[in-house]
């Protein structure tokens, strides 16, 4: 965040992005993972009283569940942190099936922190850690996701030894509860309430800040306003990746032999691939063809390099220029030039001497499809 309370992503959904966003099936709700509340309902339990009871060897939330023979969700999960500033402990209690947010959790100590290296000297028993029994100096957060739990299984701070019936509002007393957790599929939507909550990958391509009057006060710039006061200007900036965007559309106009650019971005418009250039006529057809298409503004990429029609060819899918324009000696001795498109749907020939005319038009077409113009 850059600052002010709202920013929007504009992100495309796709399995390699870098991004996780959470959807609802149900309405339009749509947030990044770092802001999305992580919302549920708990089954509280019978309440019992608190018992220590022998755990050997169950480290693990996996482990304990099937040595009690319960559900994660009737566990309590410690994950472990460390402030980067003085690699003080944070522990984090949050329902066994859920996973910790660390952006959330930053924002909410408003300090970085890393996963912990447990010390043997810290006092901390990995593996059984629990809210009772925790060394002094260890700042502890309890996730939202245990309120209303009465009854689940924690850890005892000993080694091998777990408690049931814990009770947080009995055992610890009064806590305060903060959003620290993942939210995950089939959580409730905080727009619609319906359990629908789902997630996708995404590459985020470009943001908007609300940025409000934070640097106009930090700053403090002012102007005259209609009465006669002094005011802070409001702020907002936007941004597209440039980078991300490329490889968004590489991503989401693509077949599996490279990328196949719409025209209206294309690096080039049209790809000439001249087929033994060394051969004066396929050489002089080529540079006329250029030259005139040139002259028409049309950007042209000329490959007349000494290689196999298969190499200059999938060099050619690789660059993904939407329009490929060949010159052969077959071609020529049959008084034509082969022209295709990079996403398939054309490939025509064409006499030699229509060449130029066909080329341009489709140049044409195909970027008033988009309201582009040469
Ligand atoms: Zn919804």
């Known amino acids: 965040m850059m600052g002010g309370k709202v920013s929007h992503e504009y992100m495309l959904l796709t399995d390699v992005g870098e991004d996780t966003i959470v959807l609802c099936r149900d309405c339009d709700y749509r947030a990044n993972m770092e802001a999305a509340p992580c919302l549920l309902t708990n089954e509280p339990g019978e309440i019992a009283p608190l018992e220590k009871v022998d755990t050997p060897d169950c480290k693990t939330i996996d482990d304990l569940c099937a040595f009690l023979k319960i559900n994660a969700k009737q566990t309590c999960k410690a994950v472990m942190y460390q402030r980067n500033a003085d690699d003080s402990y944070v522990i984090v209690f949050i329902r066994g099936d859920l996973d910790v947010n660390e952006t959330k959790l930053r924002n909410y100590l408003k300090a970085e922190v890393h996963p912990a290296v447990v010390t043997e000297d810290s006092g901390i028993h990995a593996g059984f850690t629990g809210p009772i029994g925790l060394p002094a100096g260890v700042t502890v957060v309890y996730d939202r996701s245990l309120k209303g739990i009465e009854w689940f299984a924690t850890g005892a701070c000993e080694d091998d030894k777990h408690y049931v019936g814990f009770n947080i509002a009995r055992d610890v007393g009064d806590v305060a509860y903060v959003d620290v957790a993942k939210a995950f599929e089939g959580g409730i939507c905080p727009v619609c309430g319906k359990p629908h909550i789902y997630t996708s990958r995404g590459i985020e391509v470009g943001n908007i800040f609300q940025l409000g009057t934070k640097y106009t006060e930090s700053m403090d710039m002012t102007y005259v306003d209609q009465d006669g006061s002094l005011k802070h200007p409001i702020m907002g900036c936007y941004g597209i990746g440039v980078g991300r965007l490329a490889a968004s559309v590489c991503e989401a106009h693509r077949d599996d032999y490279g990328p196949i650019w719409p025209i ?32 028409r503004g049309v950007e042209v990429l000329w490959d007349d390099r000494q290689v196999s029609a298969g ?64």
């Open 264 to 295: 209206s971005i294309a690096p080039w418009h049209v790809q000439i691939c001249s087929l033994r250039a060394d051969q004066p006529e396929v050489a002089e057809q080529s540079q006329k063809l250029y030259d005139a298409l040139t002259a």
């Open 311 to 374: 190499v200059m060819f999938s060099d050619a899918d690789l660059f993904g220029v939407p329009m490929r324009v060949v010159v052969s000696p077959k071609g020529l001795k049959n008084g034509t030039i082969e022209i295709a498109s990079r996403d398939k749907s054309m490939k025509e020939i064409v006499p030699v001497d229509q060449a130029e005319g066909f080329v341009y038009d489709y140049v044409v077409k195909a970027l008033q499809k988009l309201e582009c113009r040469l």
